[in-house]
């Protein structure tokens, strides 16, 4: 290719001075052709490296946010002893101050108002519509159901140890322990807990928790605050009645007094025949 060209090279003067000029062309094009190669190889690094800087962001964020939920963003940044002996239970404690403890966990967070737009963005299904304003659906935080499961399978325990009349539906207490059975897989607590002594195991341990004051902030955010409140213990039948608790500044207080000044209240749990419950 080249070589017809270089030979002319050793001809006369005239058609020497032509092919000098070819040549030139020749090799300003080969120059070209190398500039253009340069370029690429230049911006095929530019780009790797780019794409290189992201990825490292990218998994060194993943790294310091570890379990960082995509709903209201909270993560594992409260450490929080556990402990065998609490309010909650304790061998002298009395059973009053010790009912009393469980039963004033707030569990009416349980339900939340999710905005259309953030269900979609979170990748959440539809669920069933927030009574108060069309674009939001109602769904419920799963710490707050878990607390409620707990509370109502105690109250059952105790109960029928202190042989009380009050009965519970067994499918929602075995719904509940099966929910709560498969939380604990889910987690996969991997603490090793020291045991020291039977019955203190872990006593004291240090545990990188979530912040529970967190989540129920953002499950009460005036925005999603549900305007729920409920009795753990009771199978409610009007359920409307349970999203009757819009708080003072809630926006969704004026639309909710509305309806139930057309429509008036109902009792929440209202007897009913019961179907096919079982009663325990
Ligand atoms: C419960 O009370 C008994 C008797 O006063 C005492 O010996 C025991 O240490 C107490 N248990 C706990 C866990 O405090
Ligand atoms: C409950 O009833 C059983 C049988 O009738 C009785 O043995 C038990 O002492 C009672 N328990 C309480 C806490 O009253």
């Not at 799963?142 to 009050?166: E, P, T, Y």
Request: aromatic fraction near 10%; hydrophobic fraction near 35%; proline fraction near 5%.
């Amino acid at each position: 290719m080249a070589s017809d060209r270089y030979r002319p090279l050793s001809g006369d003067e005239i058609d020497g001075k032509q092919d000098l000029v070819d040549l030139a062309l020749v090799e300003r094009r080969n120059y070209l052709h190398i500039r253009i190669i340069y370029a690429i190889v230049f911006s095929l690094s530019v780009i790797i490296n780019v794409l290189l800087l992201i990825s490292y962001a990218g998994s060194s964020q993943t790294s310091t946010d570890r379990g960082r939920t995509k709903y209201s963003g909270i993560t594992f940044d409260a450490e929080i002893p556990y402990h065998v002996y609490t309010t909650y239970w304790h061998p002298n404690i009395s059973d009053e101050v010790s009912n009393e403890a469980w039963d004033a966990i707030d569990t009416n967070p349980m339900a939340v108002s999710l905005h259309d737009e953030f269900a979609k963005e979170v990748g959440l299904g539809p669920s069933t519509r927030f009574p108060w304003d069309t674009e939001r659906s109602i769904y419920y935080v799963k710490g707050f159901h878990d607390l409620h499961c707990l509370k109502l399978i105690r109250k059952a325990i105790v109960s029928k140890h202190n042989n009380d009349s009050q009965t519970f539906n067994l499918h929602h207490l075995l719904h509940c322990l099966d929910g709560l059975r498969q939380d604990v897989l889910c987690t996969a607590d991997d603490t090793p807990m020291p045991a020291l002594t039977a019955h203190h195991v872990g006593d004291g341990q240090l545990r990188q928790c979530r912040n529970w004051n967190k989540l129920r902030a953002w499950a009460t955010r005036k925005d999603q605050h549900a305007c729920h409140a409920f009795n753990d213990y009771r199978e409610a039948t009007n359920t409307l009645e349970l999203f009757a608790h819009c708080p003072e500044d809630s926006p969704y207080r004026p639309v909710m007094e509305a309806y139930f000044e057309y429509h008036g209240h109902k009792d929440p749990y209202e007897p009913r025949d019961s179907g096919n419950k079982v009663i325990f």
